[in-house]
């Protein structure tokens, strides 16, 4: 979503730091980019001068002027705003509701006859979509057939339309939900035909399904998580539930002769019966990945905990683990330096009650699946180089793709980062990326955040870079892909489910 051209990028507490310790130069800094580069700006991408020793107590570093607001053009705003995945809901929601109107009248005969099939079908089409199996399969046939031979714009496609599938998922939840709707009416209307306990389940179906929708809309979703959660999973299978006994009843009673057949033939012959049988199987398939595993914590500051769990992964998937085994998942990116690895890491930013626990409270275990899901930076596999900029804790989604690629460039933007993240994490980054591809600014060293655009454009050009992907707060990431749609250079941002 873009930004109001007024607003200023903001970092989380893990952002800030919370020490006064000087890194270590290398930590601190990139070193040695292409000649050229240092030469247009030596003050990017050379150390700090060094500076003399001062009481801190009595000469407090002083704060950077603030920069002038940027005035953002509307068209850069309205082309953020309307990107793939409004435009998939935009194409869903449309295209559904012409349906329902030439249904309404008359000229629709399929769906006055299957109105049950209209609507399961795009429930099962809405679940299909946020299927982690379903997910990998399509990441997986895009980064094996169209990596890096294909035409750049091809490739740019693929990574958006795989980004923004919750576009079709939330288009063909909300059209389901008015498909139920219609449905219900339908019967209400012809009640004197239908069995009571059809027009009961009707309703008490259409309730349920509405309440998991409603529970997802974006809100709810970012200020009331476990609200969300418990509403969307709970009521959701309550409403699947529902849905089996809708089915049931309303494919076994005849309305012509008032009779109930109790064959399940005629039942299993139906699309209503395969539909529900379709959705029941991909909310299952997620599930028979969860395991209790063992995790080791480790808090270099009482800002972050870093996860450290057992075998590598591939880089650009998201892990969700939880205390318990079907509430409260949260998904972080995952560090790894490949699938040989023993070892992988989650960095979880202490912002909310789960993480602060993790602080307060370390657990032994927790609740994972075994299974994981793909983010956008696992499509860095098809282009041949890239630039990887991230601030704070957004190092967890995009280290991986470094350390496993030697064609992407690292910047990241943060205070105090050795301090506030540990050893751990600057040891995996000073083992595997080269000072020929690696920017760590330190805000606190450096007397505040850097011009972004500035350093990013020149890591682009610089590298040589096809794409940049960013992980930043919502504030910042709106920044820099304004900043980058501006400058015509590609980039793909945090997403947060519109």
């Known amino acids: ?11 989380d507490d893990a952002e800030k730091g919370t020490g006064t310790i000087i890194l270590p130069p290398r930590a601190a800094v990139s070193l040695s980019p292409p000649k050229d580069e240092k030469e247009k700006d030596p003050s990017v991408f050379a150390s700090p001068p060094e500076k003399k020793k001062v009481d801190a107590a009595t000469a407090p570093p002083a704060k950077p002027a603030a920069r002038p607001k940027r005035k953002v053009p509307r068209w850069v705003l309205w082309s953020l705003w309307f990107n793939t995945y409004r435009k998939f809901f935009t194409f869903c929601f449309t295209l559904n509701c012409v349906g329902i109107v030439l249904a309404e009248t008359g000229h629709f005969p399929y769906a006055i006859d299957h109105l049950g099939s209209m609507l399961l079908g795009n429930l099962l089409f809405a679940i299909l979509m946020r299927n982690e199996i379903f997910g990998r399969i399509l990441y997986w046939f895009v980064n094996t057939f169209f990596a890096k031979w294909t035409p750049l714009k091809f490739r740019l496609g693929c990574t958006s339309v795989l980004q923004h599938l919750g576009g079709i ?52 979703r970012n200020t009331h998580h476990n609200v969300f959660e418990r509403h969307h999973r709970f009521i959701g299978w309550l409403g699947l539930a529902c849905t089996w006994v809708f089915v049931i009843l309303g494919n076994s009673y005849d309305p012509d002769t008032r009779q109930w057949d109790p ?27 969860v395991r209790e595993v063992p995790v080791e914590i480790e808090i270099p500051s009482p800002k972050v905990a870093i996860l ?20 409260e998942y949260h998904a972080f990116g995952i560090i790894s330096e490949g699938t040989h690895a023993k070892y992988h890491y989650l960095i979880c930013g202490v912002q909310g009650d789960f993480t602060r626990s993790l602080v307060n409270d370390p657990p032994k275990t927790l609740w994972t699946r075994e299974l994981k899901f793909a983010g956008v930076s696992n499509t860095s596999t098809l282009y041949h180089r890239g630039v990887r900029i991230c601030t704070g804790t957004g190092i967890g989604a995009a280290l991986s793709t470094c350390l496993q690629s030697p064609n992407w460039f690292l910047i990241w933007i943060g205070s105090d980062q050795e301090k506030t993240f540990g050893p751990t994490i600057s040891g995996l980054i000073h ?65 947060w489910d519109f």
């Open 1 to 11: 979503m873009a930004t109001q051209p007024n607003e200023v990028a903001a970092y």
């Open 169 to 220: 998922h939330s288009g063909c939840a909300l059209s389901g939900c008015l498909w139920l709707v219609m449905k219900v009416v339908d019967i209400f209307r012809n009640h004197q035909v239908n069995h009571d306990a059809i027009l009961v389940m009707g309703v008490i179906t259409n309730l349920a399904v509405l309440v998991s929708v409603l529970s997802a809309f974006p809100w709810v």
């Open 263 to 289: 064959s399940g033939f005629h039942l299993m012959s139906t699309q209503e019966f395969w539909f529900a049988a379709g959705m029941t199987v991909l909310i299952m398939l997620p599930w028979i990945f």
């Open 308 to 327: 450290r769990f057992e075998r590598g992964m591939q880089q650009g998937l998201l892990a969700r683990v939880s205390r318990s085994s079907i509430m």
């Open 431 to 495: 083992r595997h990326i080269g000072p020929e591809r690696l920017m760590l600014w330190d805000s606190k060293l450096r007397g505040g955040r850097p011009d972004t655009m500035k350093i990013l454009k020149e890591a682009y050009y610089g590298w040589n870079a096809e794409v940049v992907f960013i992980t930043s707060n919502y504030i910042g990431n709106s920044e820099i892909m304004q900043g980058c749609k501006e400058e015509g250079i590609p980039a793909f941002g945090t997403l």
